[in-house]
């Protein structure tokens, strides 16, 4: 089955700097790759998406990358603000809709 | 324009106990998906369900676990003879179309924090 890695597990940054978190997954027939942002006490939600079919995906101060090759993709958020902290998890999808979650990234951005 | 409602949003059950975990998908939707979230990791898919039809149950634990979409009401997940292992928040999803894209999406609800003594 689906493995998904995610790192690093916590990231620290400052308001106003960049945040990228990692993943890579080990099933190449996956080709639908989401992240989610998780708040405390919250389910998770969708923030972004990129199928395989595209390498770059953009959306206001989130970007997802993938590379099918190497199996991996990222999520790059720019201009940090404080209300973007929360944990963060990325996915790769199976049959039927199904996901594989990475364990996920608690991100802390400091004022 | 609900989305995805889990009840009860967090229960107490001692060892031994039965647990009944609730979820209606968005209006109009049928697809429901079960995951569950232990302590400090990620999602981890259970089941997959349509009305009155199990579509895949790899994830679920083979005893003690089951779920249940009926044609009318929520879709239910039974916990049975709990124990602190089961200790975990439970999220379900509904399958929904991103317009934007065209894609599928799953949506979750707030989940079910279920704590077992």
């Known amino acids: 089955g689906e493995n998904v890695e995610q790192h690093p597990s916590t990231l620290s940054v400052q308001e106003g700097d960049s945040a990228v978190i990692k993943c890579t997954y080990s099933d190449s027939a996956s080709n639908y790759f989401p992240w989610y942002k998780q708040e405390l006490g919250k389910g998770p939600q969708l923030i972004i998406d990129i199928r395989s079919n595209v390498g770059e995906k953009k959306d206001q101060r989130i970007a997802v990358t993938l590379n099918k090759t190497a199996k991996h993709f990222s999520l790059h958020i720019t201009e940090t603000q404080p209300e973007d902290s929360a944990v963060y998890f990325c996915?790769?999808?199976?049959?039927?809709?199904?996901?594989?979650f990475g364990k996920g990234t608690m991100l802390l951005v400091s004022p | 324009n609900a989305g995805v409602m889990q009840n009860p949003r967090h229960l107490v059950r001692r060892r031994g106990q039965e647990a009944r975990l609730r979820c209606s998908p968005m209006k109009g939707h049928s697809h429901v998906y079960w995951y569950r979230q232990l302590p400090e990791e990620g999602l981890k898919f259970m089941v997959y369900?349509?009305?009155?039809?199990?579509?895949?149950e790899s994830g679920m634990p083979k005893e003690r676990f089951s779920a249940e979409f009926p044609k009318e009401g929520p879709s239910i997940l039974r916990i049975q003879q709990v124990v602190r292992g089961d200790s975990a928040a439970y999220f379900c999803?509904?399958?929904?179309?991103?317009?934007?894209?065209?894609?599928?999406?799953?949506?979750f609800g707030a989940g079910s924090r279920l704590t077992v003594l």
């Open positions: 999803a509904s399958l929904t179309t991103d317009f934007s894209s065209g894609a599928n999406v799953l949506t």
């Open positions: 369900l349509q009305k009155e039809n199990i579509i895949d």
């Open positions: 996915a790769a999808e199976q049959g039927y809709s199904t996901l594989t």
